[in-house]
């Protein structure tokens, strides 16, 4: 069974980093876009940040300079380098890709379990 696993958040103080990852496995035959989202209780979960397969990202304005997404294809993991953190960055953050399983035609969307992130002085 394809899983996502989310690893890297914690507490931080305002202004501190933090590197969210996030490694895709079981039986997987190709991996397409993926990317990070973020929700606060009792609000929507929101795109912060998307990569495709091509290596084109796009990002939320409000952590445009701030946060790089990337991946590495040969570890099916991607990955979110977040600096200068602000305490409204403060949420659980969850990854989020394409996937078409092994010995499957169909690809779908595949979400991990997320990640606290706690940004605060």
């Known amino acids: 069974q394809v899983q996502l696993v989310e690893s890297g958040g914690g507490l931080v103080q305002p202004g501190g980093a933090l590197r969210l990852s996030c490694a895709a496995s079981g039986s997987i035959f190709s991996i397409y876009d993926m990317g990070w989202y973020r929700q606060d209780p009792g609000k929507q979960r929101e795109l912060v940040a998307g990569v495709t397969v091509g290596g084109s990202t796009n990002y939320a304005d409000s952590v445009k300079g701030r946060f790089t997404i990337s991946r590495d294809n040969a570890e099916n993991t991607v990955y979110l380098q977040m600096n200068s953190l602000k305490t409204e960055d403060t949420a659980v953050y969850y990854c989020?890709?394409?996937?078409?399983?092994?010995?499957?035609?169909?690809?779908?969307?595949?979400w991990g379990q997320g990640t606290q992130v706690i940004v605060s002085s």
């Open positions: 989020k890709a394409v996937i078409r399983p092994q010995m499957s035609w169909t690809r779908r969307e595949y």
